[in-house]
């Protein structure tokens, strides 16, 4: 008698709820896969991996309480042999770049089709990597404009992330954490996590330093 093929357990995790009742649908649709629990946030993913211990976690990356990049170095530390894989909107090098410091598995495009998102979850859970044709386009044009230009990454602690250069610009007019984490879509840790990154690549140690310092280097709205 043949074994039968084991299933990839599945966890997924997103704050909108008509994004998991599609996700509900497709993992109904298929015979390699089941999903064994939904979250609305990061702290709720890493509840659910503890609970289920999946094969893969699908998560989005601006989600409460806890954003799929915290949740995602959560996981890697905790629970090792997870497999993370990011499903979101965002078709942004720097986003990718922090999922790969992160420790993410794999990067997914929302407008993928049932075909795609498949093949990324087995990708992944089979142990290997998985981009979206996009992201991977991207990815490889940015390699190849460094190499033909020479281009050299600027010293560590004085090279400011994209993001990091969007929270710097709240500052400087005035936000607040919270009303910056409103504004792009993070948590609340994530703004603060990056507002301490900032001021240590720029040896800077108050608000006040900051707004100077973002005013003497024109990081204003058009420059970002």
Known sequence: MAMKAKHIRVIFADDHEVVRTGM???FQGTQDCVLV???????????????HQPDVAILDISMPKLSGIEATKVLKE????????????YEDEEYVNEMIRAGADGY???????????SAVLSVAAGERFF???ISKMM???????????EKEPPKDKKLTRREIEVLRYVAE?????EIAEKLFLSLNTVNTHRMNIMK????????????????????????
Not at 78 to 89: E, F, S, W
């Open 24 to 26: 509900r649908t497709l």
């Open 37 to 51: 629990g939904e979250a609305s946030n990061g702290e709720e993913a890493i509840q659910l991996v503890a609970k």
């Open 78 to 89: 905790k629970y090792p042999d997870v497999r993370v894989l990011i499903l979101t909107m």
């Open 108 to 118: 997914v495009l929302k407008n993928a089709d049932k075909k795609e998102i498949l």
């Open 132 to 134: 979206s044709p996009t």
């Open 140 to 150: 490889i044009q940015r390699f190849i404009k460094k190499a033909v230009t020479g």
């Open 174 to 178: 005035g936000f607040t954490s919270r």
């Open 201 to 224: 690549k720029l040896d800077i140690h108050d608000t006040a330093g900051l707004v100077k310092y973002a005013l003497q280097n024109g990081i204003t709205e058009s420059s970002v």
